[in-house]
């Protein structure tokens, strides 16, 4: 059971460079979603879809686009990288939404130079 | 808005000895709650969660939590604390409004003195 992947596990980026980060489920999960992960400051929400051809903004979402196209991929792209960006990255998915709970991919840890 | 708060950012408890996480949560309605655990470079896990009824909920690797409603609380508890308990612990609630959302807080770090 793979369940939720992330790839890359690490990336170095300069400011300015863009990328995406891959996250796919294979659980036929309907909701996914990204989170950014700082020390101190939990898990924020930057956009989640629920369904495919569906995505919406979340807590922190500047500087981040997504797209889903399919039900099992959810990538996260950066526009321009700036140092603000430097965060651990997780990609989650869930089955039914508010009432069930999030399957964790073991994030990406992004620093932006 | 929803919130989560959890008041103790680093927890030191020595092995054997019972442990309390604290959660206090923010919500107009009855919330959806969640305990997740992190360990050092992974993704985070279930521990367990609280939708309706039995308000004493048991989780995986021993873990219970109890919500209290007239204290807005869900604290998370263990009888007796094992060196690989040692992680982070986030309280969780997931509402109606958010469609496969969650509001975390900020987390709790458990160190297990041997």
């Known amino acids: 059971n793979a369940g939720v992947t992330q790839t890359p596990k690490f990336q170095v980026l300069k400011t300015g460079q863009s990328m995406t980060l891959q996250c796919a489920q294979d659980?036929?999960?309907?909701?996914m979603s990204w989170y950014r992960q700082d020390p101190g400051m939990g898990l924020r929400l930057i956009h989640y879809?629920?369904?495919?051809?569906?995505?919406d903004q979340g807590e922190v979402p500047n500087g981040y686009n997504v797209s889903r196209s399919t039900t099992e991929d959810f990538p996260l792209r950066l526009l321009s990288a700036a140092p603000s960006q430097t965060s651990v990255y997780f990609c989650?998915?869930?089955?039914?939404?508010?009432?069930?709970?999030?399957?964790f991919g073991n994030g990406t840890r992004l620093t932006v130079t | 808005a929803q919130s989560v708060t959890q008041p103790d950012i680093h927890i030191t408890v020595s092995e054997g000895a019972s442990l309390e996480l604290r959660c206090n949560y923010s919500?107009?309605?009855?919330?959806?709650l969640f305990w997740y655990v992190q360990s050092p470079g992974q993704g985070l896990q279930l521990l367990l969660k609280?939708?309706?009824?039995?308000?004493l909920v048991q989780g995986i690797k021993g873990f219970e939590a109890e919500f209290k409603r007239s204290q807005s609380s869900f604290n998370l508890r263990k009888p007796s604390v094992h060196w690989s308990d040692a992680a982070e612990y986030f309280c969780?609630?997931?509402?109606?409004?958010?469609?496969?959302?969650?509001?975390f807080g900020d987390g709790t770090t458990l160190t297990v003195k041997p």
């Open positions: 989650a998915s869930s089955y039914r939404g508010y009432n069930s709970p999030l399957h």
């Open positions: 659980m036929n999960h309907e909701y």
């Open positions: 879809s629920v369904g495919a051809g569906i995505t």
């Open positions: 919500y107009g309605a009855t919330p959806y």
């Open positions: 609280y939708f309706s009824g039995d308000t």
């Open positions: 969780a609630v997931g509402v109606d409004t958010n469609a496969g959302k969650s509001t």
